[in-house]
DNA sequence: CTGAAAGCGCTTACAG
DNA sequence: CTGAAAGCGCTTACAG
């Protein structure tokens, strides 16, 4: 084997005394060649170990077959979930997952997608990093007629296809819960509510204590703590109010739950008797501590599949009408029940 | 702007009666143009919206700066972790990344690397699905002058570089460790031996019975389950031996090593007085499991980080001398005492 | 069924 | 410093 060059559509064709348009019919199983002819060029192709080019290929035909993921964390559960199940299925169709991590900075998130843009990708998924409002970088996608789907978290404003979860039904339905097990004054760790699925979650909790006819308690409200030290420091706060929660719904996620476990058990109150606990997003580890924790699985590899087989959709049945759907697919996220909210 | 095709850098060269050649140079900050000039063109792409197409550029340059990764699953948290270490690097760079999974089995990683072939990337990082050992598709990546790199689960015959994790040497330590803490029977849960990986973690557990004088016991050496089911199973039979261990090395992961915990809090043997149990990997639940498990932190995120710059240091040296550099560069992970193993 | 030719959008020797 | 031209490897109307 030539160590610099690779064997093209053109050396076989030397080879065979054909012309390039026929090997490239044949190697594409296009109808217009001789059944004889292919089976010749498929032969030889194999023997010169032949690997088309990409590049090339999808150069010539103005598409790349390639699908952008743009995440704030490839390495969190959640996240890597939803890639897996992106993945799934795109490899069915013979398309390529393009990953960025945006580590929740804009002006990250900026740079992978104008790369992507650049890389001629067919379609762009992404969630969007916890940091800015400034949506410009996602409409230039969608100015560039390249697919944009938002999933998990969305900035609302944009006609885009939607994947998320329904959080503030699932929200709703644990907090209900909790007061159905008699807790009356429960808390909510929130999460930065500069994004849309931490204020579903939030309205979730509101309209629980609302349809109970629970009022609604200022100090009981929490903002999301930057960093674990500030989280614990805030739920030890909480917990030693003069009138304190009998419940706290960590909303953020199961690692805020996990941190108020850790508190109420250092300071010595009881979970699940003296204080309920709900996690967010069924990490492997609820199931495990003592107690177990409740908590809401989201179902993140179904949402990577839905978010394939929803492009797909819209490629098959795209008949040149309108190429930017504004649809929203919402999956219902299943409160799971474990012990830490069972008086 | 035009709903079909995008500004190239021929539309820009008309606008300003100059030649695809100068906008090319002037993007690509070539010095051999006019300072006016590129100022010009570079205003004047930013008004028109440029945006190069990367598949064009890599088309001609004959590389496209973009690294492939082959990873068994990509929700998995040692191998998430090595990708977002990767990107980490690659990103600094400019480098793109394609990630595919071979969900353990030969024939998608055979695709996927096949694919990636064909994609012109510059560089394979891979770990080796368990399943087979038929490693021509990896071969076949060398000889089409694509640098590979292996990590963690290599076959161990390919020349190439090897980013490996010493597992012989952790899991000799982890068990000298459980030796020094009174443990006398202690049985090793095996991963899959057609691995180099669990080979190694063998080797570190049979040397360290030797190095203390212990005798190794047959009975003692379960080969690894291929289901949960299976491996309950098996663990509750080591554990109703006449002569049951007094401790466990499960050398796989910490998931087997949470299994072997919640079958002995089952049948009640006390951990760690009866019985010492030490993992693999480190994962989060590991310190909040009571008693919190013994493990082993392999450094993925660095591992990564390790992978990429050994990639560019390669790159950056290569004055035209071997391409294929056979080089393993070993990590060295870190024994992780809990309660576990605390006699 | 097969071939000749143009072109996808860029880059880069080669002249001047 | 600038331009004209060729070419990266493929695909696809257009003829025949």
Redesign the pocket.
């Known amino acids: 084997m030539n160590p610099k060059?690779?064997?093209?559509?053109?050396?076989?064709?030397r080879k065979l005394?054909?012309?390039?348009?026929?090997?490239?019919?044949?190697?594409?199983n296009?109808?217009?060649?001789?059944?004889?002819?292919?089976q010749l060029i498929l032969k030889t192709a194999a023997e010169m170990k032949?690997?088309?080019?990409?590049?090339?290929?999808?150069?010539?035909?103005?598409k790349s077959q390639t699908i952008g993921v743009v995440v704030p964390r490839i390495n969190q559960n959640f996240f890597s979930n939803v890639i897996a199940g992106i993945e799934a299925v795109t490899y069915q169709r013979g398309y390529n997952l393009v990953i960025c991590q945006s580590n929740e900075l804009h002006d990250k998130e900026v740079q992978c997608i104008n790369t992507l843009i650049n890389q001629h990708v067919d379609c762009i998924v992404i969630s969007v990093s916890a940091e800015g409002s400034d949506y410009t970088h996602l409409q230039n996608v969608i100015d560039h007629h390249i697919q944009l789907i938002q999933f998990d978290r969305v900035a609302d404003n944009l006609e885009t296809l939607k994947v998320i979860n329904a959080n503030e039904q699932a929200s709703m339905e644990a907090v209900l819960h909790m007061v159905g097990q008699g807790y009356k004054r429960i808390a909510l760790l929130e999460g930065p509510q500069n994004l849309h699925v931490f204020r579903e979650r939030k309205a979730g909790y509101l309209n629980a204590l609302k349809t109970s006819g629970l009022p609604v308690i200022d100090e009981l409200i929490v903002a999301n703590a930057k960093t674990k030290e500030l989280g614990t420091e805030a739920v030890r706060k909480l917990l030693s109010l003069p009138n304190p929660p009998d419940a706290i719904f960590a909303s953020r996620d199961d690692f805020s739950a996990l941190g108020v476990l850790e508190v109420a058990t250092a300071i010595g109150i009881k979970v699940p008797d003296e204080l309920g606990i709900c996690g967010y997003s069924n990490e492997d580890f609820t199931s495990i501590t003592s107690p177990s924790i409740t908590t809401i699985d989201q179902y993140s590899m179904e949402m990577g599949k839905t978010i394939a087989n929803s492009y797909f959709d819209q490629m098959d049945n795209k008949m040149g009408n309108s190429s930017n759907v504004n649809k929203t697919i919402s999956i219902k996220p299943k409160l799971i029940i474990r012990t830490s909210t069972q008086k």
């Open positions: 060059k690779r064997v093209t559509i053109y050396d076989i064709a005394n054909l012309t390039a348009s026929s090997v490239s019919r044949a190697l594409s296009n109808k217009n060649v001789n059944e004889n002819t292919r032949y690997k088309p080019n990409t590049l090339a290929s999808n150069l010539r035909k103005g």
